[in-house]
């Protein structure tokens, strides 16, 4: 069983050292409307940060930074990519 966890008033979101292969679902891209620093580093497995369709909702980011993650192609997946698989 996998759960999906709404935070809407998350400003701050770091990830580290974890294997994963998506991030985000666009079922709640809402849910992140006050994000205003992303940090994501050694997280070798994630091709895209961010779906396209959440770029118009995280209006207050304004510190996104990414490192040492190899397997990442771009920051957002392109739109009509079945590639991303995010949840």
């Not at 994000?35 to 091709?47: R, S, W």
């Amino acid at each position: 069983m996998f759960l999906q966890v709404s935070i809407p008033k998350l400003e701050w979101l770091e990830l580290s050292s974890i294997n994963i292969q998506k991030i985000w679902s666009d079922q709640y891209d809402h849910c992140f409307e006050n994000l205003v620093t992303l940090n994501v580093t050694d997280c070798g497995n994630l091709k895209y940060l961010l779906p396209f369709s959440m770029a118009g909702s995280l209006v207050n980011l304004q510190s996104p930074f990414v490192s040492e993650c190899e397997m990442m192609e771009d920051i957002f997946c392109p739109e009509n990519a079945e590639v991303c698989g995010f949840i």
